[in-house]
């Protein structure tokens, strides 16, 4: 029995690694190796790292896109700056007391494995952001004050320091802030203090240092364009030119054009990171002139593609890693949603048919980069509604970052409203970011079921194939204002074959046993769910994360299909008549395209 579940684990392992590139394993060995030096001589590395940064130019508070990096700190920590200043932390809907500033007690246990994510947000300094923009001396020494403590008792050495506080994540993202926040301070006329100041800039060159020499290459995506952006604000703000800033000018576009994809989508497949990544690269094409002309269209289709990933409430859908309140508001970053008609980003595998408010988002794209696809979710050919500018059919958001049950249930299909097979999984998600086997999904571009709707969309997922040998497809037909008609469809018959809704506002325990009070609820009347072919399994009340850590209750939905199709509707308006004449229809046509799956093995 050992034995075979080490060889499972075995197995898993070489499913996830064997995606890697050469160049990312290359990296890989040299970024550990470095850290372990780090870990056993912490002094010997310090002087090294201080050595490094005294030959970079040093850095003048001239952070040219100051104003955009200020209205997003504030927008993330404006409301806990009073608490912030007394010891008390906010981040991620969740505050610790970590004692009076600055000595603050930067290593405290906060359980979950010490949960990563939160001392990475203690780390980057954002706070520091909207309180050195008030322009207040205290304020500035108070920062300096800080950053020291945190230089001495919170520095790369630190144990534990090196999964948080000193990754290149971390470090470009300090350069940023506390750039901004110096700038920010001397454009609101705050009075000098050299001694306060250089201790800014000498962190700020530290950081530069070592982002550069242990840029993340071997993650790549979102974290090396992180770590360039920051690189190239710092080339902006520096007083003289730096050592490796050609290598940078030429890095930092090639990067941000292998993960912006030629409809703009970000390769990592999450709206998120896609709002994320616009705010870098505007910042990095602003602050550094060697990229601006460089990374202008790059920037112009990102945006683009953002706008296609919007809600009518102008926030971002959730499918995979994604939650509002990280990433800067879409309309900070010029994204609106297009008010009527039909977005299909054809290579990132996302479509959104609107129009009178109503709005449907859909998830028909690969999980991701293959070699690190840390941030997929199980959600192929998941759809989420907005009804009158109201979100209605919700995805499940993001709870964790912290390996354990709650991460895999997040990950899993059974979390999304796409169709899928009872206790299986379309990809072997496990840990917190690691992925070994794994489907795929892709929009459907032509159908015999085209003229069926307004505005229709359809997408394919072979997640099951490697299983069960059962193919997937989804048809979505919206008529603006009256109905959405969804059909599911397996490529053959299984017991196992089931879609689940997750509606909000959710039922109360009360009503999912009363007919008449479920007739009464405002849910039910503004929204009303059909089977037309198939039946209705389950009803319960569940939970979903649209902010990270934030729960809010909603009503998940179970629906079994009637052989291999299952037919619904979800009605808002007037209903359509002859629908199950044209679900009927539609299923026919998906039977077409999932046959199609030994066609596309071969190519």
Same mark, same amino acid.
Request: aromatic share 8%; charged share 20%.
């Given at each position: 029995?050992?034995?075979?579940?080490?060889?499972?684990?075995?197995?898993?392992?070489?499913?996830?690694?064997?995606?890697?590139?050469?160049?990312?394993?290359?990296?890989?060995?040299?970024?550990?190796?470095?850290?372990?030096?780090?870990?056993?001589?912490?002094?010997?590395?310090?002087?090294?790292?201080?050595?490094?940064?005294?030959?970079? &130019?040093?850095?003048?508070?001239?952070?040219?896109?100051?104003?955009?990096?200020?209205?997003?700190?504030?927008?993330?920590?404006?409301?806990?700056?009073?608490?912030?200043?007394?010891?008390?932390?906010?981040?991620?809907?969740?505050?610790?007391?970590?004692?009076?500033?600055?000595?603050?007690?930067?290593?405290?246990?906060?359980?979950?494995?010490?949960?990563?994510?939160?001392?990475?947000?203690?780390?980057?300094?954002?706070?520091?952001? &909207?309180?050195?923009?008030?322009?207040?001396?205290?304020?500035?020494?108070?920062?300096?004050?800080?950053?020291?403590?945190?230089?001495?008792?919170?520095?790369?050495? #630190?144990?534990?320091?090196?999964?948080?506080?000193?990754?290149?994540?971390?470090? #470009?993202?300090?350069?940023?802030?506390?750039?901004?926040?110096?700038?920010?301070? /001397?454009?609101?006329?705050? &009075?000098?203090?050299?001694? #306060?100041?250089?201790?800014?800039?000498?962190?700020?060159?530290?950081?530069?240092?070592?982002?550069?020499?242990?840029?993340?290459?071997?993650?790549?995506?979102?974290?090396?364009?992180?770590?360039?952006?920051?690189?190239?604000?710092?080339?902006?703000?520096?007083?003289?030119?730096?050592?490796?800033?050609?290598?940078?000018?030429?890095?930092?576009?090639?990067?941000?054009?292998?993960?912006?994809?030629?409809?703009?989508?970000?390769?990592?497949?999450?709206?998120?990171?896609?709002?994320?990544?616009?705010?870098?690269?505007?910042?990095?094409?602003?602050?550094?002139?060697?990229?601006?002309?460089?990374?202008?269209?790059?920037?112009?289709?990102?945006?683009?593609?953002?706008?296609?990933?919007?809600?009518?409430?102008?926030?971002?859908?959730?499918?995979?890693?994604?939650?509002?309140?990280?990433?800067?508001?879409?309309?900070?970053?010029?994204?609106?949603?297009?008010?009527?008609?039909?977005?299909?980003?054809?290579?990132?595998?996302?479509?959104?048919?609107?129009?009178?408010?109503?709005?449907?988002?859909?998830?028909?794209?690969?999980?991701?980069?293959?070699?690190?696809?840390?941030?997929?979710?199980?959600?192929?050919?998941?759809?989420?509604?907005?009804?009158?500018?109201?979100?209605?059919?919700?995805?499940?958001?993001?709870?964790?970052?912290?390996?354990?049950?709650?991460?895999?249930?997040?990950?899993?299909?059974?979390?999304?409203?796409?169709?899928?097979?009872?206790?299986?999984?379309?990809?072997?998600?496990?840990?917190?970011?690691?992925?070994?086997?794994?489907?795929?999904?892709?929009?459907?571009?032509?159908?015999?079921?085209?003229?069926?709707?307004?505005?229709?969309?359809?997408?394919?997922?072979?997640?099951?194939?490697?299983?069960?040998?059962?193919?997937?497809?989804?048809?979505?037909?919206?008529?603006?204002?009256?109905?959405?008609?969804?059909?599911?469809?397996?490529?053959?018959?299984?017991?196992?074959?089931?879609?689940?809704?997750?509606?909000?506002?959710?039922?109360?325990?009360?009503?999912?046993?009363?007919?008449?009070?479920?007739?009464?609820?405002?849910?039910?009347?503004?929204?009303?769910?059909?089977?037309?072919?198939?039946?209705?399994?389950?009803?319960?009340?569940?939970?979903?994360?649209?902010?990270?850590?934030?729960?809010?209750?909603?009503?998940?939905?179970?629906?079994?299909?009637?052989?291999?199709?299952?037919?619904? /509707?979800?009605?808002?308006?007037?209903?359509?008549?002859?629908?199950?004449? /044209?679900?009927?229809?539609?299923?026919?046509?998906?039977?077409?395209?999932?046959?199609?799956?030994?066609?596309?093995?071969?190519?």
């Amino acid at each position: 029995m050992v034995f075979g579940t080490k060889l499972g684990r075995a197995g898993r392992a070489w499913r996830t690694v064997r995606h890697l590139t050469a160049r990312q394993w290359a990296w890989r060995l040299r970024n550990r190796g470095a850290r372990a030096v780090i870990v056993v001589r912490p002094r010997l590395f310090e002087r090294w790292l201080r050595r490094q940064a005294a030959a970079l &130019p040093p850095p003048e508070p001239r952070m040219a896109a100051a104003d955009r990096v200020v209205r997003y700190q504030t927008y993330l920590h404006g409301a806990h700056l009073q608490e912030m200043r007394a010891g008390r932390f906010t981040f991620l809907n969740r505050t610790v007391d970590l004692g009076p500033w600055p000595a603050l007690d930067w290593r405290v246990d906060l359980g979950e494995a010490n949960n990563p994510l939160w001392r990475m947000n203690l780390s980057y300094f954002g706070y520091l952001v &909207p309180m050195l923009a008030e322009g207040r001396l205290t304020s500035l020494r108070a920062a300096s004050a800080l950053i020291k403590d945190f230089d001495m008792n919170n520095g790369p050495g #630190a144990p534990g320091a090196l999964r948080d506080a000193w990754t290149p994540f971390s470090t #470009a993202i300090r350069i940023v802030n506390l750039l901004t926040a110096w700038t920010a301070y /001397r454009r609101t006329g705050g &009075p000098p203090d050299d001694a #306060a100041e250089q201790v800014i800039a000498e962190h700020v060159r530290r950081c530069a240092a070592f982002t550069w020499w242990l840029r993340e290459e071997e993650l790549g995506f979102n974290h090396l364009l992180k770590n360039f952006a920051g690189l190239a604000v710092y080339a902006g703000c520096a007083d003289g030119p730096l050592p490796w800033q050609d290598k940078l000018s030429r890095a930092l576009p090639a990067c941000a054009d292998r993960q912006i994809l030629p409809d703009g989508g970000h390769v990592e497949r999450s709206p998120m990171y896609q709002a994320l990544m616009l705010q870098d690269l505007e910042v990095a094409a602003e602050c550094w002139p060697p990229v601006t002309e460089a990374l202008a269209p790059v920037v112009d289709r990102t945006r683009t593609a953002l706008s296609a990933m919007l809600h009518p409430d102008r926030e971002i859908a959730l499918f995979n890693d994604a939650w509002i309140g990280e990433a800067p508001p879409p309309a900070d970053l010029g994204a609106s949603p297009q008010p009527e008609g039909m977005t299909a980003l054809r290579e990132t595998g996302y479509a959104r048919p609107s129009g009178r408010g109503d709005a449907v988002l859909f998830d028909a794209g690969p999980v991701g980069p293959d070699s690190n696809p840390g941030h997929a979710h199980g959600d192929f050919l998941s759809f989420e509604l907005s009804v009158h500018g109201e979100r209605r059919v919700v995805d499940t958001g993001t709870p964790t970052y912290t390996a354990g049950s709650l991460r895999d249930a997040c990950r899993s299909a059974h979390a999304h409203n796409g169709p899928r097979l009872d206790k299986t999984e379309p990809i072997e998600a496990w840990a917190s970011f690691r992925v070994g086997a794994r489907g795929t999904a892709w929009l459907v571009e032509e159908s015999e079921a085209a003229n069926l709707a307004p505005l229709w969309l359809a997408g394919v997922t072979d997640g099951y194939w490697r299983q069960a040998g059962i193919m997937t497809g989804r048809w979505l037909g919206l008529w603006p204002g009256r109905q959405l008609l969804v059909v599911d469809r397996w490529s053959k018959v299984d017991a196992r074959a089931r879609t689940s809704l997750l509606l909000a506002p959710s039922l109360d325990a009360a009503a999912l046993h009363s007919p008449e009070r479920m007739r009464s609820l405002p849910f039910r009347s503004s929204l009303r769910l059909e089977v037309l072919r198939g039946q209705e399994i389950s009803q319960a009340v569940d939970w979903h994360w649209p902010r990270f850590g934030a729960a809010e209750p909603v009503t998940r939905i179970t629906l079994a299909p009637e052989g291999e199709t299952l037919l619904f /509707r979800l009605v808002w308006g007037e209903p359509v008549a002859h629908s199950i004449t /044209r679900g009927q229809a539609a299923s026919a046509a998906l039977a077409a395209h999932l046959a199609e799956r030994p066609l596309r093995r071969q190519r």
